[in-house]
């Protein structure tokens, strides 16, 4: 039986089914998922587009003093894919405020920050150029803006240059305040650089500004990435103590420092403030913690990680990610009692399965067992939220083959037939 089992697991065909999605269809997926909903049509359109005609494309789309355009999240998706096209969207822009001779500090202010979407700094300049040619003064968040966007294109060099210029400006309009520190902190903590993070932090005390909850974000992270792992708890202990309340990055750092530990007891005291300060954490930090309390077999503390990321309010996909991580594990021990129990709560959760390799784990669980009738409550139980794949079928019928069902063979096969799986 368990070498029965073992083939049963491994459905066949699942390559020819896979590549039935190309690459390009893939990318332009991913644009699609990434990009507001009101963006997704102007998007298509842009990308369709021949680069001679994105500026008639946005004319014929939006007026020339359009507050709202362009998003970032349209920039960075179109940036992804077509880089030349979301250079000319900021141009568009920049040449209808010079049309109009906007005096708009925001507008300009915008649109710097746009370029840092794109990673493109010479515009950025010719925006900021523009901007002093109509009189316009620049500000701190001008010049933090600039430095951002020096930062993300990788010219350190210029960010430096733009943060010694606000340093000796008589202008006191863009003296360095507490963002144009955090930037720079922010940048080497990225790099995981300790000894550059703590000498601006060192120098943005100096300058006489606090250290708030974004600095010690910042700080955590760079020891984290360079696996100084006693420091990151030294400053995140230090702004607990301070009063100030964790953002989600600094949350999500110590789960994942935690988790390299391999520490679940520490984990779990992180995963209280989470339900304690309402806070949302992403996907791939909690299969971290799912990964980690798997190998360990830690069942319970599985069991309650279900309870804590309803308690708090987690995305669907989190919670479908930590309740199958459950199932799944019950399947492969195949204790199916917790299994059914586990599945009805997730689906009554509102919840569904979002992988077919979790849905076969409990159908291999069930082949194991000879539990066929049970198997079939199973399949009518999660028929209306999940929709059975070719891979599924095709595991299905191998299972029935090799336990002699010739009837609910026949059935797996003209259930195929029906979801136009030939």
């Not at 102007?42 to 709202?68: C, V």
């Not at 305040?177 to 955090?182: L, Q």
């Not at 930590?322 to 959760?349: F, P, T, W």
Request: one cysteine or more.
């Amino acid at each position: 039986m368990a070498a029965a089992s073992s083939r049963i697991s491994r459905p066949i065909f699942r390559p020819e089914n896979r590549s039935l999605i190309t690459e390009s269809g893939r990318r332009l997926a991913r644009l699609l998922f990434t990009t507001a909903s009101t963006d997704i049509p102007l998007l298509q359109k842009l990308l369709k587009a021949p680069l001679s005609k994105i500026g008639a494309t946005l004319d014929s789309e939006f007026t020339s003093n359009s507050a709202e355009f362009p998003s970032a999240a349209l920039l960075s998706s179109l940036n992804s894919s077509a880089p030349q096209k979301a250079n000319l969207v900021i141009e568009w822009k920049l040449d209808k405020l010079t049309e109009h001779e906007s005096k708009n500090r925001d507008c300009y202010t915008q649109l710097i920050s746009l370029c840092k979407n794109i990673r493109n700094l010479c515009i950025a300049f010719r925006v900021f150029s523009s901007m002093e040619a109509r009189g316009i003064k620049p500000t701190s968040t001008i010049f933090n803006e600039l430095i951002h966007t020096s930062l993300s294109s990788g010219n350190l060099l210029t960010a430096l240059s733009l943060f010694e210029t606000m340093a000796s400006s008589s202008e006191g309009s863009y003296k360095p305040d507490s963002d144009t520190y955090n930037a720079f902190i922010s940048a080497y903590a990225n790099l995981g650089n300790r000894n550059a993070t703590e000498s601006w932090l060192t120098a943005k005390k100096e300058s006489g500004f606090s250290v708030d909850a974004q600095t010690y974000g910042f700080l955590v992270q760079c020891c984290v990435k360079s696996k100084k792992y006693d420091d990151a708890r030294k400053y995140f202990d230090e702004m607990i103590l301070s009063g100030l309340m964790p953002n989600e990055s600094i949350i999500e750092n110590m789960i994942v420092m935690y988790c390299q530990q391999r520490n679940p007891i520490r984990v779990k005291d992180i995963l209280k403030l989470v339900v304690d300060y309402r806070l949302k954490i992403d996907r791939n930090t909690v299969k971290k913690v799912v990964d980690l309390y798997g190998e360990l077999g830690l069942v319970d503390e599985l069991e309650e990680l279900v309870l804590t990321l309803t308690e708090s309010g987690q995305t669907s996909e989190v919670l479908s990610l930590v309740h199958c991580s459950v199932i799944r594990l019950y399947a492969e021990v195949d204790r199916l009692n917790d299994v059914e129990y586990s599945v009805g709560r997730m689906l009554k959760s509102g919840i569904s399965f979002g992988y077919e390799e979790d849905v076969e784990k409990v159908i291999c669980s069930y082949f194991r067992a000879e539990a066929y009738d049970r198997l079939d409550l199973f399949l009518e139980c999660i028929r209306d939220s999940y929709k059975l794949t070719r891979s599924i079928y095709e595991l299905l019928g191998a299972g029935y083959r090799r336990a002699g069902l010739s009837e609910k063979l026949n059935a797996v096969v003209n259930e195929m037939k029906v979801a136009g799986f030939s």
